[in-house]
């Protein structure tokens, strides 16, 4: 399974980007993923995790900002991200959970200048 992850860049703050995920393989049968964020010096940490029951969760810091959603039919999930703020800086990574076994996305820096 790989997953490729990908639409980061360079935006103001206040700005907008959505990441896409594209998976190599069906994703309509799992209902566990996400995508995290890695910034410099700091723990990777959860941006917005998928589970099992269904359930959407936000981190406090990207709520009414960041939006989830996926195609299945396109195996692809993505991240809207508005109203950027320089702390959003980051490598983003998706993560989906296929047969119990999490697989990562090579990550897409994005970089939010003030």
């Known amino acids: 399974v790989q997953l490729q992850a990908s639409g980061g860049g360079l935006v103001q703050a206040g700005g907008s980007l959505t990441l896409s995920c594209a998976a190599s393989?069906?994703?309509?049968?799992?209902?566990?993923m996400g995508w995290y964020r890695q910034a410099p010096g700091k723990q990777r940490e959860l941006v917005v995790g998928?589970?099992?029951?269904?359930?959407?969760n936000y981190a406090d810091s990207v709520k009414d900002r960041f939006t989830f959603s996926r195609d299945n039919a396109k195996n692809m999930v993505y991240l809207r991200m508005n109203n950027l703020k320089p702390e959003d800086t980051a490598v983003y990574y998706c993560?989906?959970?296929?047969?119990?076994?999490?697989?990562w996305g090579k990550g897409t820096q994005v970089t939010v200048s003030s």
């Open positions: 993560r989906m959970d296929f047969y119990g076994m999490p697989y």
């Open positions: 393989r069906s994703i309509g049968y799992i209902s566990s």
């Open positions: 998928i589970t099992g029951a269904g359930s959407t």
